[in-house]
Structures are given as structure tokens and as C-alpha cells.
């Protein structure tokens, strides 16, 4: 995975180890020191080294970038499957529906988290819990073995930000004019 076209014995099984972590990792919330450290508990190294330091960022980054691209592979290939206006007009008929029988469209992911909308067919707007505090999370998520993960494409804001954010608004859209227009 990382630059190096050869590796020695030691660092293809710190990269197996690394990529392990990573695979079974929640990646909004892993770091490189958590995935580093947790290698070296597990090798019985001393991964702080700056030489194992560097080969670990460059199999955290090639991870990263193989991901990315595989994310990218997926949206094009659902995008090509099913265009997007359809799925939309779909969920708003399935939620015009719902509220004419006096039903309030509740959606939860599988990881229990509100879904408020979807912004597109791999985008959305959701309410989550982490560490006792609440998020709305606006994020875009992808297809492993047919269950849908968050990427680490998003970003989570907590309450006081979301009303800051909703404050500036109308600075922020009237920037947009500007830019539109100039």
C-alpha cells in the first residue's frame, strides 16, 4: 500500500496490522496516533519511532486515498444506476404520503442516528449522539457489503454551532450572490 515497492518482513506486518485497524476502524473518529498505538500494543513495537512513524502515515494514507477513490467508484456507479432525480421524487412521494395520513416521517440509520433528510442519494442531514453530546451530521456515506457507512467526508456540528451557523445564513447566501454574479 504505502510508496515503497518492497518491504521488509517487519514492515508488511506492520502494514497487515495497520490495515486491520483501519478496516475494522470507525474512521470519523480514528487518528493516526490511535492507529499507531494501538499496532504497537498489538506487534509489541515501538511504533513512535520516527522511521515507523513515517512508514505508519504512509500506510494510513494510502488507506485513506484507496478509500476515497473506492467512494468515488461507488457514488459514479449508483449515480449511473439510478439518477438522482428519481430516487428524490421518490422519498418525497413516499413522504407526501406519509404526512397526508398524519404520519410523521421518522428515519434512523443503522446506527440508530434521526435522518432529517438526504441531500442527495449518498448525502445527508442526520442527529446523532456521541459522548453524551449531540451532532447534526451532514455527511456523505458509501456501500460496504450492502450496509451504509459514514465517510470521513462531512462534518459534524454541535448545537451551539448549528445556531451560529443558522444565524450567518443570510451573510452567507449574500455572499453567494456576489460570487454568482461577479
Given amino acids: 500500500m504505502a510508496e515503497k515497492a518492497e518491504y521488509t518482513a517487519e514492515e508488511k506486518m506492520i502494514e497487515e496490522k495497520v490495515m486491520e485497524i483501519?478496516?475494522?476502524?470507525?474512521m470519523d473518529n480514528t487518528t493516526e496516533a490511535k492507529v499507531r498505538k494501538l499496532a504497537s500494543e498489538q506487534l509489541g513495537l515501538d511504533l513512535s519511532q520516527p522511521n515507523y512513524k513515517k512508514f505508519v502515515r504512509q500506510v494510513v494514507n494510502s488507506f485513506i486515498i484507496a478509500q476515497d477513490e473506492e467512494e468515488n467508484q461507488n457514488q459514479q456507479e449508483v449515480e449511473k444506476l439510478?439518477?438522482?432525480?428519481?430516487v428524490a421524487e421518490e422519498k418525497k412521494e413516499v413522504?407526501?404520503?406519509?404526512?397526508?395520513r398524519g404520519e410523521r416521517a421518522k428515519e434512523y440509520d443503522d446506527n440508530g442516528d434521526l435522518i432529517i433528510c438526504h441531500l442527495s442519494v449518498k448525502r445527508r442531514v442526520s442527529w446523532s449522539?456521541?459522548?453524551?453530546?449531540?451532532?447534526?451530521?451532514?455527511?456523505?456515506?458509501?456501500?460496504?457489503?450492502?450496509?451504509?457507512?459514514?465517510?470521513?467526508?462531512?462534518?459534524?456540528?454541535?448545537?451551539?454551532?448549528?445556531?451560529?451557523?443558522?444565524?450567518?445564513v443570510?451573510?452567507?447566501?449574500?455572499?453567494?450572490?456576489k460570487i454568482s454574479s461577479g
Wanted: charged fraction near 40%; charge should be negative; avoid cysteine.
Fill in 22 to 26: 483501519l478496516t475494522n476502524s470507525d
Fill in 82 to 86: 439510478v439518477p438522482e432525480e428519481e
Fill in 95 to 100: 413522504a407526501v404520503e406519509k404526512q397526508e
Fill in 129 to 168: 449522539e456521541f459522548k453524551g453530546r449531540s451532532f447534526l451530521s451532514i455527511r456523505e456515506y458509501y456501500d460496504k457489503n450492502g450496509k451504509e457507512l459514514p465517510s470521513a467526508k462531512g462534518i459534524a456540528l454541535s448545537a451551539e454551532q448549528w445556531a451560529r451557523l443558522k444565524e450567518n
Fill in 170 to 177: 443570510p451573510a452567507i447566501e449574500e455572499a453567494i450572490k
